[in-house]
């Protein structure tokens, strides 16, 4: 069992940034982030191998974001600089409900309740 809450969302202008966290109980080697605009799909827009540090970005916020994982913490990150209007959605952590793997936006992963992040123009 993994258990994952959220924390860091909030209200920015357009530009500005915000950094999300995760605290993490239990362990998976690969982890991510994912988001959910109202009436689109959940997308994954980042995701991290911690063991070898490999990390994923979405076309739409490489360059802009960085994923990162504090292992002694347990606490899976998200910087977000440059924010924009389009990046508005409920951001989720999640970690795949298999021992190997990573989570993907319709697979079998272990949720958090979600922080929103809201960009205004």
């Known amino acids: 069992q993994v258990q994952l809450v959220e924390s860091g969302g909030g209200s920015v202008q357009s530009g500005g940034s915000l950094r999300l966290s995760c605290v993490v109980s239990?362990?998976?080697?690969?982890m991510g982030w994912f988001r959910q605009a109202p009436g689109k799909e959940r997308e994954l827009v980042a995701r991290?191998?911690?063991?070898?540090?490999?990390?994923y970005y979405a076309d739409s916020v490489k360059g802009r974001f960085t994923i990162s994982q504090d292992s002694a913490k347990n606490t899976l990150s998200l910087q977000m600089n440059s924010l924009k209007p389009e990046d508005t959605a409920m951001y989720y952590c999640?970690?795949?409900?298999?021992?190997?793997?990573?989570?993907?936006?319709?697979?079998?992963?272990?949720w958090g309740q979600g922080t929103q992040v809201t960009v205004s123009s």
């Open positions: 999640a970690a795949p409900k298999a021992l190997v793997g990573c989570p993907t936006a319709n697979g079998a992963n272990y």
């Open positions: 239990g362990y998976r080697s690969c």
């Open positions: 991290i191998y911690g063991a070898i540090g490999s990390t």
